[in-house]
């Protein structure tokens, strides 16, 4: 069965700031990656994906993930963070990235600091 | 478009009762999968209905049922409601079940007293 870390409960980084958020997942078989915002109070909003292909992969917002098979990670970053980008993170995976049997991580929450 | 849409918003029970939440799919996706997302967790997969059938599900009792109508709408039924069951929960559609990506709606928040 998959599975996915987060190691970082809270990240706190003061606006302008670079931030990576880490996720690291556990599968014996090829997975399919995603990243979800949540904002308060909100359903989840997808930031990007790895489905194939190039193993940096764009998203809204002005994030990126970089797919890592050999360290099975799929870490998110963003060069210059804004007050608004305060959220709550997740990581996903899946065998399947028609949405059976996602499997979240638990979240990380990032607060952005003026 | 209209995106993922679910009601009610709020939902106050107490133990022992039951609960219908509903589900409207994005336009143009015929596949619904259920979400439970307990307090400062992530979400925990349900199960999933395509064709309305449930196609998958999760690690949840019996108790956690669902149904998928012919319009790709669907609901999900949750029996002898406990402490436990409070949480958000979030319906995604995709499309064809080999859909890339699944959209998700606001969720449904349950409190059970």
């Known amino acids: 069965a998959q599975s996915v870390t987060q190691l970082d409960s809270q990240v706190p980084v003061f606006e302008e700031a670079p931030v990576e958020l880490r996720c690291n997942y556990s599968?014996?078989?090829?997975?399919?990656l995603f990243w979800y915002v949540q904002y308060p109070n909100q359903g989840l909003q997808l930031l990007l994906k790895?489905?194939?292909?190039?193993?940096l992969v764009k998203g809204i917002n002005g994030f990126e993930a970089e797919f890592n098979k050999s360290q099975t990670s799929f870490h998110l970053r963003k060069p210059s963070v804004h007050i608004s980008d305060t959220a709550e993170y997740f990581c996903?995976?899946?065998?399947?990235?028609?949405?059976?049997?996602?499997?979240f991580g638990p979240g990380t929450r990032l607060s952005v600091l003026p | 478009d209209a995106g993922v849409t679910q009601s009610p918003t709020h939902l106050i029970k107490t133990r022992g009762q039951q609960v219908t939440l509903r589900c409207s799919p994005k336009?143009?996706?015929?596949?619904v999968s259920w979400y439970q997302q307990a307090l400062g967790q992530g979400p925990q997969f349900i199960f999933q209905?395509?064709?309305?059938?449930?196609?998958q599900r999760g690690n949840f009792p019996d108790r956690f049922s669902g149904h998928q109508f012919p319009n790709y709408s669907s609901e999900l039924n949750v029996n002898a409601l406990l402490l436990g069951d409070s949480a958000l929960y979030l319906c995604?559609?995709?499309?064809?079940?080999?859909?890339?990506?699944?959209?998700f709606g606001p969720g449904t928040r349950l409190l059970v007293l």
């Open positions: 790895y489905l194939s292909g190039s193993t």
């Open positions: 336009s143009g996706h015929d596949t």
């Open positions: 599968s014996s078989v090829s997975v399919y």
């Open positions: 209905y395509y064709e309305e059938e449930e196609r």
């Open positions: 996903a995976v899946t065998l399947s990235p028609g949405g059976q049997n996602f499997v």
């Open positions: 995604a559609s995709s499309w064809g079940g080999q859909g890339e990506t699944q959209y």
